[in-house]
């Protein structure tokens, strides 16, 4: 069983019927590349019929390999999504070819001579029924998911429709009940994968396809919440007829070209720069929407939007991206089934809605959505009805992976991006709560208060002063004693009632979560129970030191500890500690800033200053997004503005510093005077547009 699912059961309840169309559909493409690209003829096949990236073909020869592979052959199954490095070689916007690794330094030809030989190589291999042999092709190893989909498409007997590692190494693992292989080229755990169906007796008789679509359909090894993003269709709207009638939505940055091509947030910064320079540096909040556009999935939901506060239609995403340059604008598309129902004119402005992009809370969609009849959501809320699953915020599923796979997790990261936020986020979904954290900030509150009042969390700030009596044992005044002169009591520490609690509830998992981890003392608080978190450890008895008594830390205890990295990097915690925790950084999100401030950009404001001071000091001492909210929600008044740069970010920033005004001139620009050193006081209506000079300038325009 897996998730409470048996696959005995669910296979047999499985409409394998329904699998007939996609199944027909992905034969037709399937002898389609056959057609375009016969098996004898990859021994010739030219370069400019390969790789992406070459411009237009030429008339009548048809869409290059990597392209039908990848965009047009869906049925065949994806291999969609990143960058275009999958595809080993291709031709890149700036125009040079870019290659991997082992074929980097060689010219373009001598590249794509060596990468065909060892297709060719693979053929034969899998024709010969030789599949030891590919494990031997090393430059086929960085792209295993083109190379595997290639192989299924030309030997299907051979593999099934699936290409991702790691959706095949979870598969192998739900069939297997153990771990796979973890570094396992994606071909092999595919004939892994298939020859562990082939054995069981409930796929006996069935089809590639449907045992693709079934694994999927039941078991998705992508478990996470469908983002929601709220994209303009041009300014005020203007492309939103095309958009709605051709069930798309686009942006601009044409002069970027194809997206695919760009393999990180920081290659795409460069190439902003180069378009649009700015006073401080490329837009890296705008580099990571446009990546997080290009790499929406099925199912993830939009709003198209008029200015602030008019709702267009919601959507849901049912393909791909793509890039389209026969379009006369917006190249960048992204295919939407669009629901008319929800279009309406808001209540209120939405001030995070002035630029292209923005994230959208599911609470507030759900409030879009909610007059919609058959829709999953209790109005206002965004929880999910009863009995609805409830998909965890993808943040809080990395938390919970971690303390599945290590046992305890500390959060780092500079001061005021929610690390606390995030530990108690977690902390609710292990306790059963996970409804709530789409709540409003009253709600998740109430229900956080409610938690730490029952016995299965309990939280704790350390600071100099806490002991090993306060966390696992010690003696102590005992207040209930009555004699004369000072009695001293035996008393149980937090971690260790929490353990005692746990040991006699093993079916249950306890949490403690450790605020400000690295102030205390931690070899002194933990003192020998370091060795017994380590999860292999667990229920291995020791003696305490002070008391005598047996001791264990039971499995299902968890921890989370949070760190600033401003006070204290990771770097000087015992190693002993550090060994014993996975480490997940919690940065300055620019998207929890969405908003504006007259002209002010919040989002490129935020990401601008922390560009300078990890360049003039260091990522720890960054600012977190939560310098820029009130009540959980973006600053949108030039007072609320003043109040915290003037009261919050200048004096944090001043004792950063440490009194060198050269470092906070370079750091703030014309916000601090030259001679002085002293950052200038204005009216809060000038602080904004002083604010968008020095740090915005340049940004392509906010489109609404």
């Known amino acids: 069983m897996t998730n409470g699912v048996d696959v005995r059961t669910a296979a047999g309840e499985f409409d394998r019927a329904a699998v007939a169309d996609v199944e027909s559909a992905a034969e037709d493409e399937r002898k389609q590349v056959l057609s375009q690209f016969p098996l004898e003829n990859w021994a010739d096949l030219p370069l400019e019929r390969y790789a992406l990236g070459q411009g237009a073909p030429p008339p009548g020869s048809g869409p290059t390999y990597c392209r039908i592979m990848e965009f047009g052959t869906p049925h065949l199954g994806s291999i969609k999504g990143g960058s275009a490095a999958k595809h080993i070689m291709y031709h890149h916007n700036s125009g040079e070819w870019r290659l991997a690794a082992p074929l980097r330094g060689m010219d373009p030809q001598d590249a794509w001579a060596e990468l065909r030989g060892q297709f060719v190589r693979a053929f034969e291999a899998v024709a010969a029924g030789d599949f030891e042999t590919l494990d031997d092709l090393e430059v086929l190893r960085y792209g295993p998911a ?7 498409t030309y030997f299907p007997e051979h593999f099934l429709p699936i290409y991702a590692g790691e959706h095949l190494r979870r598969f192998i693992a739900l069939l297997l009940g153990d771990s796979p292989q973890g570094d396992a080229p994606a071909w092999r755990s595919n004939r892994r994968l298939l020859k562990l169906v082939r054995v069981q007796p409930e796929f006996e008789g069935w089809t590639r396809h449907e045992v693709m679509h079934f694994l999927y359909d039941h078991f998705d090894p992508r478990p996470r919440q469908h983002t929601i993003w709220k994209i303009a269709p041009g300014e005020r709207g203007r492309l939103w007829e095309e958009c709605r009638d051709g069930s798309f939505i686009c942006v601009g940055w044409d002069e970027l070209g194809d997206l695919s091509q760009y393999q990180s947030d920081t290659e795409l910064q460069q190439a902003l720069d180069a378009h649009w320079p700015r006073s401080s540096g490329g837009s890296l909040t705008l580099a990571r929407r446009l990546l997080a556009f290009r790499d929406m999935e099925a199912g993830d939901r939009v709003v198209a939007n008029r200015g602030t506060d008019e709702v267009l239609a919601t959507g849901r995403v049912d393909g791909s991206y793509r890039y389209d340059p026969d379009r006369p604008e917006f190249h960048h598309v992204v295919p939407v089934a669009w629901d008319l129902s929800h279009a309406q004119k808001l209540s209120k402005p939405q001030h995070g809605w002035r630029s292209t992009f923005a994230k959208v809370d599911p609470s507030l969609f759900a409030r879009f959505t909610a007059h919609s009849a058959g829709s999953d959501s209790v109005p206002g809320t965004g929880q999910a009805q009863a009995g609805a699953p409830v998909a965890l915020p993808d943040d809080v599923q990395v938390v919970l992976d971690a303390l599945e796979r290590k046992g305890q997790v500390i959060l780092h990261g500079p001061p005021g991006t929610g690390k606390t936020r995030l530990a108690l986020g977690a902390a609710l979904a292990l306790d059963g709560r996970a409804d709530v954290l789409g709540a409003d900030a009253r709600q998740r509150a109430e229900a956080q208060a409610e938690m730490l009042h029952g016995d299965r969390v309990g939280m704790v700030t350390f600071h100099p002063s806490y002991g090993y009596e306060d966390f696992v044992e010690g003696f102590k005044p005992d207040l209930s004693a009555t004699g004369p002169g000072l009695t001293l009591a035996l008393t149980d520490g937090l971690f260790h009632s929490l353990c005692s ?23 002194r608080i933990f003192g020998e129970l370091i060795t017994l978190l380590e999860l292999d450890k667990r229920n291995l008895p020791v003696a305490l030191p002070v008391s005598k008594r047996r001791f264990s830390v039971p499995p299902n205890v968890r921890v989370i500890g949070t760190m600033n990295t401003a006070d204290r990097s990771i770097s000087h915690l015992d190693a002993a500690v550090r060994r014993r925790f996975a480490f997940l950084p919690v940065g300055p999100d620019p998207d929890a800033v969405s908003g504006t401030v007259g002209p002010l950009d919040l989002a490129a404001f935020f990401e601008s200053l922390n560009t300078r001071i990890a360049r003039h ?3 720890d001492h960054q600012i977190g997004h939560a310098y820029l909210l009130r009540d959980g929600e973006p600053i949108a008044t030039e007072e ?9 970010v200048i004096p944090l920033l001043e004792d950063y510093c440490l009194g060198r005004a050269d470092l906070l001139h370079r750091i703030l620009g014309g916000l601090v005077d030259a001679e002085t050193g002293r950052p200038l006081l204005m009216p809060p209506q000038d602080l904004a547009d002083a604010l968008a000079t020095e740090f915005t300038s340049g940004v392509p325009g906010p489109d609404a």
Not at 146 to 152: N, Q
Not at 640 to 648: G, N, R, S, V
């Open 146 to 152: 083109l190379v595997t989909k290639t192989l299924a």
């Open 501 to 523: 609690r746990a040991a006699a509830h093993p079916d249950q998992t306890f949490l403690l979560v450790v605020d400000e981890i690295n102030r205390g003392d931690l070899p």
């Open 617 to 619: 000091l260091d990522a």
């Open 640 to 648: 609320d503005l003043a109040a915290a740069f003037h009261h919050e």
